[in-house]
């Protein structure tokens, strides 16, 4: 329950900071247009800063209406970006996650890029993977799909391998990472966001001992195998710059 409340006061909190911001618009009897934000009525005039910070008085007589409009952020068709983000993971048991993708974005909602991670999950990995992702709109707020795949390499607690293993991994085998979900932007200028998305993430590794002559402690060269896999529901927050 803790963690569905930290997650709804994340939520909540990445709305107050993209807020969508707002301009007063006025319009004038000989046809000019004004934008800018009124920080003073009065009976008979008004007082505006414009978008260069210049402060204007304005008497009503010479309006004809005015108005407020919704500022669409400047979404950028293409450019490198970075996306930080981490979470929780849950199964059979729960865990953490973080991860960083540096990658390009084209076509103002096609993504790739690669990333790297700390999965620590009951036996913690490091993934290295390739990252796609779709903005399912250019809107502000939007929707979005993510995907990606690659290696699982072992990183080991000495409390993790302790529990398979009287002492530390000779051999550590990477395996297989994937992830892929479903998730919602806060975007605002040049495509940077906060973000918060739900999916599936699933690691596989090995680790591997060296049996040791019970005299001379030299190995033997066999091995004990310690095979690892784990599928979980993934939660997770970010911001992209």
């Known amino acids: 329950m803790k963690y569905i409340l930290l997650l709804c006061a994340g939520l909540l909190l990445m709305q107050a900071l993209t807020a969508q911001q707002k301009l007063d618009v006025l319009y004038f009897k000989n046809g000019s247009v004004i934008r800018g934000h009124i920080f003073e009525t009065a009976e008979t005039r008004i007082k505006l800063e414009n978008r260069v910070k210049d402060t204007l ?9 005015m108005k407020q409009e919704i500022v ?6 293409h450019g ?11 199964s059979a048991r729960k865990g953490s996650v973080w991860r960083c993708i540096v990658g390009y974005r084209f076509a103002y909602q096609y993504q790739v890029g690669v990333g790297i991670g700390v ?10 993977f390739g990252d796609f992702r779709y903005d399912f709109s250019k809107a502000e707020r939007t929707f979005f799909a993510y995907a990606g795949a690659g290696k699982a390499l072992p990183w080991l607690t000495k409390k993790q391998w302790q529990l398979q293993n009287s002492r530390e991994p000779d051999e550590n085998v990477a395996g297989t990472y994937t992830h892929a979900g479903l998730g919602y932007k806060f975007r605002w200028q040049h495509n940077s966001a906060f973000h918060i998305s739900a999916g ?3 690691a596989a590794f090995k ?3 060296a049996i040791l002559d019970w005299t001379t402690q030299q190995p033997l060269g066999t091995f004990t195998v310690s095979d690892y896999s784990f599928s979980r529901v ?3 927050v970010g911001i992209t710059l």
């Open 57 to 65: 008085v304005i008497n009503k007589s010479e309006l004809d209406s």
């Open 72 to 77: 669409a952020p400047k979404v950028t068709p």
């Open 80 to 90: 490198f970006y970075n996306i930080d983000e981490g979470g929780l993971q849950f």
């Open 119 to 128: 999965d620590d999950y009951q036996a913690r990995s490091v993934p290295l």
């Open 200 to 202: 599936y993430s699933y």
């Open 207 to 209: 680790t591997k001992n």
């Open 234 to 236: 993934t939660v997770m």
